[in-house]
């Protein structure tokens, strides 16, 4: 069972920046593209970033871009979500989520097949 775990979310006033993780248990994460999404009250699901097995290829969403910065550290399988200049829109909760193995990166949530629980970012002063 492929287990996702995300943390290092919080409050953080506008302009602030945050890191979440995403750390895997029970599988390696080496095989696996992923993504982050996030969903705010009363809105969809939406992608923001994803990134490829060897971190060799990025994408993000355009209102994360020259913001947010996605990065991955197989050996301890986890990878990171690195927030600056965080706006109050920016407010939801995130996921992380692994693409089938082997899979190539893609910003769209029926792509993805196993989902972390969430952890809430806050942008407000």
């Known amino acids: 069972q492929l287990q996702l775990v995300e943390s290092g979310g919080g409050l953080v006033q506008p302009g602030g920046s945050l890191r979440l993780s995403c750390a895997a248990s029970?599988?390696?994460?080496?095989?696996?593209?992923i993504g982050w999404f996030r969903q705010a009250p009363g809105k969809e699901r939406e992608g923001v970033s994803c990134?490829?097995?060897?971190?060799?290829?990025?994408n993000y969403a355009d209102s994360v871009k020259g913001r947010f910065t996605i990065s991955r550290d197989n050996a301890k399988n986890t990878v990171y979500l690195q927030m600056n200049s965080l706006k109050p829109e920016d407010t939801a909760i995130y996921y992380c989520?692994?693409?089938?193995?082997?899979?190539?990166?893609?910003?769209?949530?029926?792509?993805?097949?196993?989902w972390g629980q969430g952890t809430q970012v806050t942008v407000s002063s």
């Open positions: 989520a692994a693409r089938g193995l082997f899979r190539i990166c893609s910003l769209r949530d029926e792509d993805f097949g196993s």
């Open positions: 029970g599988f390696t994460l080496d095989y696996y593209a």
């Open positions: 990134i490829s097995m060897s971190g060799g290829s990025t």
